[in-house]
């Protein structure tokens, strides 16, 4: 089975722009989290979507936002572009998002902020 | 706070010698922890979880709750072992049946032919 797919692979965008982030993920799973992966912070969690409703959220600012289609497919968008958001954001999926489960990533968006 | 440590930022080791890769955790409550590998130009994919308490490609990791630590063990190294490694931890959300990983900051193992 297909696994998660992340699109776009690549964007460049210029600071104050806004961006959008999609993540289908595998068929069936129902909770979809987003990381933020730099090279001086490492991977670090943004949100986590289950059935349209976002039910966790970690320590970012209010410019990060996400929300979940009835399909499972989930978006997340950065508002007012900031050098040090460039990063590459991961989108994992889980069936049900239960803790014992491990998750299942993507291979990421890598976005630069010039 | 939640906090993962892996000590080493890069670990060589030469094939067929063992490998040991570190992994310190802080938290107070029943810890649940995970090992991702990422191979070259290849997603993050998930090695281990310790209540599984499985062997994947000759790794193990046991969890030493007196010492909080969750160390990944293989006995000899493989070329094809080369790659990074996360040791993560699985943390409650505050959304009911939520839960997110804080992830250390990895480590780089070589194998040298």
């Known amino acids: 089975k297909a696994g998660v797919t992340q699109t776009p692979r690549y964007l460049i965008k210029t600071r104050g722009q806004q961006v959008t982030l999609s993540c289908s993920p595998i068929s069936g799973h129902r909770s979809v989290s987003w990381y933020q992966q730099t090279p001086g912070q490492g991977l670090q969690f943004l949100f986590e979507y289950f059935s349209e409703t976002q039910r966790n959220k970690g320590n970012f600012p209010g410019r990060f936002s996400g929300r979940q289609f009835s399909n499972s497919r989930s978006e997340m968008n950065v508002s007012t572009l900031e050098l040090g958001d460039s990063a590459l954001y991961l989108c994992a999926s889980s069936l049900v998002g239960q803790i014992n489960y491990g998750y299942t990533f993507g291979s990421g968006t890598r976005l630069t902020v010039v | 706070a939640q906090r993962v440590t892996q000590p080493e930022k890069l670990l060589s080791v030469f094939k067929g010698a063992p490998v040991e890769l570190k992994c310190n955790y802080s938290?107070?409550?029943?810890?649940?922890l995970f090992w991702y590998v990422q191979y070259s130009r290849q997603r993050l994919q998930l090695l281990l979880r310790?209540?599984s308490r499985e062997s994947i490609k000759g790794f193990t990791a046991d969890l030493n709750k007196g010492e909080t630590s969750f160390h990944l063990k293989k006995p000899f190294a493989q070329e094809e072992d080369s790659a990074m490694y996360y040791c993560?931890?699985?943390?409650?959300?505050?959304?009911?049946?939520?839960?997110?990983?804080?992830f250390g900051k990895g480590t780089k193992l070589s194998v040298i032919p």
């Open positions: 938290y107070s409550g029943s810890p649940e």
């Open positions: 310790h209540i």
């Open positions: 993560a931890l699985g943390l409650e959300g505050s959304g009911a049946g939520s839960y997110q990983l804080t």
